[in-house]
Antibody, heavy 116, light 112 residues
Framework: EVQLVESGGGLVQPGGSLRLSCAAS????????MTWVRQAPGKGLECVAN????????YYVDSVKGRFTISRDNAKNSLSLQMNSLRDEDTAVYYC?????????WGQGTLVTVSS | DVVMTQSPLSLSVTLGQAASISCRSS???????????LNWYQQRPGHSPRRLLY???NRDSGVPDRFSGSGSGSDFTLKISRVEAEDVGVYYC?????????FGQGTRLEIK
């Protein structure tokens, strides 16, 4: 059974940093693109970043370029999102997703709240 | 970026009646490999999104056949043939034919 479990969310002040993690199991992690998607409270879905299976290509939405870094450790079946210079508008639930013909599996999400 | 526009944004349907959601993209989502990467997702209250349909019309495992998808190019439709109480939630279309992956604004389905 495919499982994606996010962790690392919490309350952080504007300008602060946070690192999200996603533990993957139930599939060959190193064979799939992985993507972070976020959802601000009461709002829609926004794709934030994704990464190629071998980690050699990474893509970011404009609003997080230069502030967020996606990475993966295929030996540990783990995906990460390092978030720096956080802003109020980054407040959201962050989902770890697998790309299998679109985003086929989603984690339960982890809430990031940016507030002073 | 490819803009995905859904209509209506909210839908109130009587149990057992049909429902239809439209999704239009600002440009064709036909990919160079010949596939159209247009998916539909359901998000029930308090839950993560769940994929219902991929590549326009292919149902995911466990998705009732009440759900169907159609369309091509930049015009797509999700249909629910007979709405049930468990269908309440928000529905999103999504394209992954170009980066960034983009979603429609969501359509909220409620029972009348």
């Amino acid at each position: 059974e495919v499982q994606l479990v996010e962790s690392g969310g919490g309350l952080v002040q504007p300008g602060g940093s946070l690192r999200l993690s996603c533990a993957a199991s139930g599939f060959i992690f190193s064979s799939y693109w992985m993507t972070w998607v976020r959802q601000a409270p009461g709002k829609g879905l926004e794709c934030v970043a994704n990464i190629k299976p071998d980690g050699s290509e990474k893509y970011y939405v404009d609003s997080v370029k230069g502030r967020f870094t996606i990475s993966r450790d295929n030996a540990k079946n783990s995906l990460s999102l390092q978030m720096n210079s956080l802003r109020d508008e980054d407040t959201a639930v962050y989902y770890c997703t697998r790309e299998g013909g679109g985003l086929d599996y989603w984690g339960q999400g982890t809430l990031v709240t940016v507030s002073s | 970026d490819v803009v995905m526009t859904q209509s209506p944004l909210s839908l109130s349907v009587t149990l057992g009646q049909a429902a239809s959601i439209s999704c239009r993209s600002s440009q064709s989502v036909l990919y160079s490999d010949g596939n159209t990467y247009l998916n539909w997702y359901q998000q029930r209250p308090g839950h993560s999104p769940r994929r219902l349909l991929y590549k326009v019309s292919n149902r995911d495992s466990g998705v009732p056949d009440r759900f169907s998808g159609s369309g091509s190019g930049s015009d797509f439709t999700l249909k629910i043939s007979r709405v049930e109480a468990e269908d309440v939630g928000v529905y999103y279309c999504m394209q992954r034919s170009s980066w960034p992956i983009t979603f429609g604004q969501g359509t909220r389905l409620e029972i009348k």
